[in-house]
């Protein structure tokens, strides 16, 4: 490096970001991580099962076993630096030519497997632009909704981690920068096709579709009971996909109510329908999700979110979805 600020310029999940400067002057973002974060990250885990097998003998309606699985699935990928970079290289590759989406370009030669080097994308952090004019934030929600759902309708991978602290803004919000890509989850094309015929099923209450979209997720053992009980949460997730119109996300609910119904209704009705093992490949989309409509309320934005995710959709099909996968895959070398 030409130079290197000691001081942090940034905390990260498992470690501290750095600006610096590489030899041929451009402003570079090192991500440092912390020390002994492998044997830190085992350690909580051990501690993490041991609560989850708590929480599972006090609320046995849900088996969570696949859930600490997955948790534990990604959170060993971010500790990867190798593979955030490639991760950050099908990114950059996808949104490559637009000049309203930027993702940062990886710096191999100056990156290992526990310090990541890339360019910086200068930005201003979303709640600066909390009390932008309606046009302004409305834009702002247009770019996280494509940065979020097209690569997934497209290549079947997500943006994991979606919260406040993994976006900037350039200029007057003329650009979104996307910034973290620890945690991207890779799913296999037959469940984002079920995440799409669910929202064929629930728009139109098809009944049989919704049964196959779930056990497409990987629920098993479903009955009637059990699709009504996980029906009840998906209308809450997918909400505003279903609404033809212009609304805020909460659609009126306060933003500190939003969900808690859904969530103590799912709760009592599990317990009396139960039990249920929740997939992996579940667990981080809804977690997505629900970072996605956060920052979605934070902005205050109100959007026909239904012809968002129609337009997300053009062209559709689980077989070109896996081509285009393979081959997005292939060209970072990333599994």
């Not at 097998?53 to 534990?72: H, M, Q, W």
């Not at 996808?94 to 993702?103: C, W």
């Not at 932008?132 to 943006?159: D, K, S, Y």
């Not at 500190?256 to 249920?276: D, I, M």
Request: overall charge negative; proline content about 4%; aromatic content about 10%.
């Amino acid at each position: 490096f030409k130079d290197f600020d000691l001081e942090p310029a940034a905390a990260a999940s498992l470690g501290q970001v750095h600006r610096a400067t590489a030899l041929d002057g451009r402003a570079l973002a090192v991500k440092l991580q912390y020390p002994d974060m492998q044997s830190a990250v085992e350690s909580d885990f051990g501690q993490l099962r041991a609560l989850m097998g708590l929480g599972r003998s006090l609320f046995p309606a849900i088996d969570t076993s696949e859930i600490i699985e997955e948790v534990g699935a990604r959170i060993r990928e971010e500790l990867d630096y190798g593979r955030e970079a490639k991760a950050m290289s099908l990114y950059r590759d996808f949104f490559r030519g637009r000049g309203d989406i930027a993702v940062p370009e990886a710096l191999p030669e100056l990156s290992t497997g526990r310090l990541l080097s890339m360019t910086w994308l200068e930005g201003r952090g979303l709640l600066a632009f909390k009390d932008a004019p309606a046009e302004t934030r409305n834009r702002i929600a247009r770019l996280l909704f494509q940065a979020w759902w097209t690569p997934f309708n497209n290549i079947g991978v997500i943006h994991g981690d979606p919260h406040l602290g993994n976006y900037t803004l350039a200029g007057e919000a003329d650009r979104l920068n996307m910034l973290d890509f620890g945690c991207i989850r890779i799913f296999p094309p037959a469940f984002v096709g079920g995440v799409v015929k669910l929202f064929g099923a629930l728009s139109s209450d098809n009944r049989a579709d919704q049964r196959e979209a779930y056990e497409t997720w990987g629920f098993k053992g479903l009955t009637e009971d059990l699709i009504d009980t996980l029906n009840l949460w998906a209308r809450f997730i997918y909400a505003p996909l279903l609404d033809d119109r212009v609304r805020t996300v909460a659609d009126g609910v306060k933003p500190s109510e939003y969900g808690r119904r859904e969530a103590f209704a799912v709760k009592q009705a599990l317990e009396a329908k139960g039990p249920v093992t929740i997939p992996r490949e579940f667990v981080f989309m809804d977690r997505a999700a629900i970072g996605l409509g956060s920052a979605f309320l934070h902005l205050g934005a109100e959007m026909n979110w239904r012809k968002l995710f129609e337009e997300s959709l053009e062209g559709f099909s689980v077989e070109g979805l896996a081509k285009r996968q393979g081959a997005a895959l292939g060209a970072v070398g990333l599994s």
